[in-house]
């Protein structure tokens, strides 16, 4: 067998190479090969495609039927809707109505791809209510130092309640808590008839159909034993210097005592002025620890609370039906009636909160009060709402510019 000489074995070697260069350029790329790389071409396409955005969108509208179904006409998600109806359902006062005609505005945000498909539920950033008959509210979605988002009233008050509700929808007091002199301890009013007495309200004739119970001055066993281990009856329970001999409901006869200088007593409670009948409601969930007649305090319930809150309910008319000791009830429930039962003068509602035991102020106390924004996040917050209300008349103006 012949040998090559290096030289032809060089050529040969640069020959086959050259071949094999040829064919990697001119050779068709094999068909798996294209697929792959439209399938790539197509995943890239598909990936822009879903890139997410996030788009502002506020509307306006006129309620019909419901403000739900209204904001849903308008396009606002149905779903981003439920933590706005909850605050609102918290804020508003009572008797606060939505009617046919009454307008919203309402601004949220949603997230969506490139090709324009949602990928969210969306969220509310602020809405305004504006009625006929009651104004406007609005609410603000925020973060505060705690970094926990709420919505918030313009004003800085929390949408959510207090833990501890006032027992009436309308309130007006007629005493307040602290020193006061004893009402029976007074010359007896004038005789004007139809005019209203020093505390609690026009006189109301008697209700019809109501469960009541004694108001006899002698302090009944269950119920009275609990309130006395509560220091409940340090006003009520016991007579005091300078107070007239019992004289049972509103429209009982009763004389002055023959005192000039007007003995003074803690009043552990709040009178709260309503009509004779009118329903009084349980302050927070809790179970009803006493219900019954209780001496001076008339008809009486008193109902224990999570943790160490307790509420006391005086001078009721009756009770709701199923109220008893041992009973549960939820914030809201009707538990009784405002009537004029034990040391009264007048229909109105005796209300005590008790903390450990002790009476406090229920107008002022933490449990029945709003939270508030306070400090920089009151700062922040308000400055947040004059941006959104800015932007809000900005589009508004641009709008009026560009409509045909």
Known sequence: MNKASPAVALVAVLLIGSMAAARADDTPTAPEHVVEERVADIAAERRHDLLPFVRQIAVDGAITGSLEASTAAAGVPASAMLEVLQALAGSIDAGWAIQDGDRFHVRYEQTFTAAGMPLDDGRVLWIELRTAGDGAVALHRFRGRDKVERFW????????????????????????????????????????????????????????????????????????????????????????????????????????????????????????????????????????????????????????????????????????????????????????YVGSTGRSTAPHLHFELLDNGKPVNPINHPETRRGALRGSDLERFGKQVAQSKTEREREAMVAAITRP
């Open 153 to 336: 009233q313009v004003n800085g008050q929390a949408t959510t309640p207090p833990s501890i509700r006032l027992p009436v929808e309308v309130i007006s007091i007629s005493s307040g808590f602290g020193l006061r002199a004893d009402p029976f301890d007074q010359p007896p009013p004038s005789p004007t008839a139809d005019k209203p007495w020093a505390m609690g309200g026009p006189r109301r004739p008697p209700l019809q159909g109501l469960p009541t119970g004694s108001a006899s001055d002698t302090p009944g066993t269950g119920a009275t034993a609990v309130l006395r281990g509560s220091q409940g009856l340090s006003s009520y329970g016991k007579s005091s210097a300078g107070q007239s001999a019992y004289g049972g409901s509103s429209g009982s006869t009763w004389q002055p005592a023959p005192r000039v200088t007007r003995s003074l007593f803690m009043h552990e409670g709040v009178d709260l002025v309503a009509p004779a009948g009118t329903p009084v409601h349980a302050a927070a969930d809790g179970v009803v620890v006493g219900a019954g007649p209780n001496g001076r305090y008339g008809n009486w319930i008193r109902i224990a609370h999570a943790g160490t809150l307790a509420t006391v309910y005086g001078h009721l008319a009756g009770f709701a039906p199923g109220v008893a000791a041992g009973s549960t009830v939820s914030s809201g429930d009707v538990i009784g």
